[in-house]
């Protein structure tokens, strides 16, 4: 029973190894990548991206001549307009044709600033969609150091459970010996299934993370084929001290790269071309005019001769080329009360603007705060690790003698297993306090 025992695990672990050889293994830049070619959020801000190039598009054709044409068929009864404007008893029918053009040549210098409120509205929506991509790569990374964390949490609970299980064997022989009571054999198996009980859990635990970072990357229905590929990381501080750079260092940085400080920057320059547009009402407007356009009558009765078609065609054309201005005089204060909104929209992206730095600012100092209390944190469970080791192999040796109880190597186990639980805590979170400096640097979040 015994062999049994020992032999189905090693069977199941055998058979997990090899079905895990078929499962592909993704790198943090992997997922990073593919949640941003298929997340729907962000293929949603990319549709208003290239809604803001239709708008530059049409504001750019706005220069281009606008033309039109119309045809016309009037059929009269008893009393009918002739071509020469008077009006005869006869019936009659009467066919039209017209095309005109019309081309805008100043308008206030309206078309070439909305043209350029549409560029600058476009290099925003470009900025904010760059920004999304840095909001869900920043996300994919919370995920993907989870699965990290919860990953080292099951080697401590496979530790803590091998541990155990030695100890009940040697438990089994100081029994037999008389060395101990048969009460600690009784306590140390319950504390091995208590420890099964947390192995399951930390187990389930992984599966939870791994299957929160698939849903990020829009793998729902691939999941039981996922993985991730751990980094080699023997010394978190050591690997990642370089990016822990004073908030002031870091922000000098950020504010000239940072995708919503410079999506800002745009929207309040695209005000200022929204005024000029405004602005515009005042000024007088020239169009260029040009048209063509012929007609044929035909008249019903005896005594009418109708003109021939071909000859009616020559004679009835008619080809008009000119200008108009339009002067504005008074319009019931509607571009007095345009250009005031337009001045208000640019106080308000002033006022968007600096509340985006300061925003950034305080996003860096507590970036860098939670950063290096991290790394203090990481530093400090290093040597309660360390500790907990040396007081575990003390109590073990102990135990082996029979000259401890179980409960004293029960709690020396879980003091060490507890410190090994907050060091890879604090390593995991000083790792992604520093992967976010990184991030305000300017620098893609890599392992």
Known sequence: ?????????????????????????????????????????????????????????????????????????????????????????????????????????FDGFKIRNDIAARKLDLQAATETLNKAKEDLAIGVASYFLQVLYNKEMLTVAELQLDLTSRQVVRTEELVKAGRVPLSNLYDIKAQLAKEEATLVEARNNVNLALLDLAQGLELERETSYFDIEAPTIDDAV?????SILPPTNVYESAVAVKPQIKSQEYLLESSKKTLKIAQAGYLPKLNLNASYSNGYY?????????????????????????????????????????????????????????????????????????????????????????????????????????????????????????????????????????????????SPITL
Not at 65 to 74: C, E, H, I, K
Not at 238 to 242: L, Q, R, V
Not at 352 to 379: C, G, R
Request: charged share 25%; net charge positive; with cysteine.
């Open 298 to 442: 035909h008249y019903s009765g005896d005594d009418v001769t109708n003109v021939p078609f071909n000859d009616q065609l020559k004679q009835n054309e008619r080809k008009t080329i000119g200008f108009s201005l339009s002067i504005p005089i008074f319009n019931r204060f509607q571009v007095r009360n345009s250009v005031r909104s337009a001045r208000i929209n640019i106080i308000n992206r002033e006022l968007a603007l600096e509340n985006s730095k300061k925003v950034l600012y305080k996003e860096i100092q507590q970036a860098y705060h939670n950063a290096t209390a991290s790394q203090e944190k990481y530093i400090a469970a290093g040597k309660a690790v360390d500790a907990g080791k040396e007081a575990l192999s003390y109590a073990e040796e102990k135990y082996k003698t029979g000259k401890s109880s179980v409960y004293e190597f029960n709690e020396a186990k879980t003091k060490y297993a507890q410190s090994l639980a907050e060091q890879a805590q604090a390593k995991y979170n000083f790792i992604f306090r520093a992967k976010i400096l990184d991030f305000y640097n300017g």
């Open 238 to 242: 050591e690997k990642y001290i370089s």
């Open 1 to 105: 029973m015994k062999k049994i025992v020992y032999i189905l695990p090693a069977l199941l672990l055998s058979w997990n190894v090899g079905a895990q050889e078929s499962v592909k293994k993704w790198t943090l830049e992997e997922c990073i990548n593919h949640a941003i070619a298929n997340n729907i959020d962000l293929k949603q801000q990319e549709q208003q991206r290239a809604a803001s190039e239709v708008d530059l598009n049409t504001s750019k054709n706005s220069w281009l001549p606008d033309l039109n044409a119309s045809l016309g068929q009037n059929f009269d009864f008893g009393r009918s307009p002739s071509k020469d404007g008077t009006i005869v008893d006869r019936n009659s029918s009467n066919s039209s044709a017209y095309i005109g053009i019309s081309m805008p040549i």
